[in-house]
C-alpha cells in the first residue's frame, strides 16, 4: 500500500518536472525569454544606432529584455535609471542559491560583458559594467527602492549582496 | 507495481507530457500562465 503511493506520488512530481524543463528547453532558443524561462539571442526589433538616448523613458518601464553574447541567452531584468545612466540588478547574490539562480550575472562580471538590451521593441547594444562601489550607488539605490520597493542600500550593494551593473555603451 | 514496470510508466509518462507541452498547442502558454498566476499569489 505504501509502495503503491510513494510511487504514486512520483509519478504526480514527475509529470509537473518534466513539463516545466521541457518548457524550459522548447524556450531556450526563443527571440527573447519568457516571463519565466530565459530565452534565446535577441532578433527581432530595431538596432538602435543613433546618440545616446535620454533614458528618463524607462522609469516607466518594468523590465526589459537582456541578452548576453557569451553565454547566448537573455531573460527579463529590472532596469534602473539614474543620473542619466541605466542600470540592471541582481539581488540575493549573497547566498549560495541566490547565485545559482543569477548565474548570468556571474557571467555577465567574468565575460566580456557584451550585451542587447531590447526596450520597448528597440534593441540597444551595450556593455555590462559591474559598479561595486561610488557615490552612483546611492542614486541606483534609491532608485531601485522607489521604483521596486527593493529595500537596498549603497552598503548592501558594496558588501555584495546586491550586483549593480551599468549598461554603457560599447564604444569607449 | 513491480519496480521495471515503474520505470516504464514513468518514461511512457514523461515523454507523453513533454510531447504534449512541445505540440500541443496552448498547453505551453496555459501551463506557464498558470504557474505565473500561482506565483504572483503566493510568492513573497
Known sequence: MIRALLQLLGILILIPAVALGTLRFQNRDADGPSILFPGG??????????????????????????????????????????????????????????????????????GNGLAVVRIDGIRYQRRLVRITQGPILDSVAATMNEKYNAGTSRQDIEAGNTWIFELAPRQG | MRMFNYIVLCLIVAIAVAITVMYVPGVAETIETRLLAFLATNAS
Do not use: C
Not at chain 1, 61 to 79: A, F, G, H, K, Y
Open chain 1, 41 to 110: 539571442e535577441l532578433v527581432s526589433g530595431e538596432l538602435h544606432n543613433g546618440p545616446e538616448p535620454d533614458w528618463s523613458f524607462t522609469r516607466d518601464i518594468q523590465t526589459v529584455e537582456l541578452q548576453l553574447n557569451e553565454p547566448l541567452s537573455s531573460r527579463l531584468v529590472w532596469i534602473l535609471e539614474a543620473e542619466g545612466r541605466i542600470f540592471i540588478a541582481s539581488g540575493y547574490m549573497g547566498s549560495f542559491l541566490g547565485r545559482l539562480w543569477k548565474h548570468w550575472a556571474i557571467q555577465a562580471d567574468r
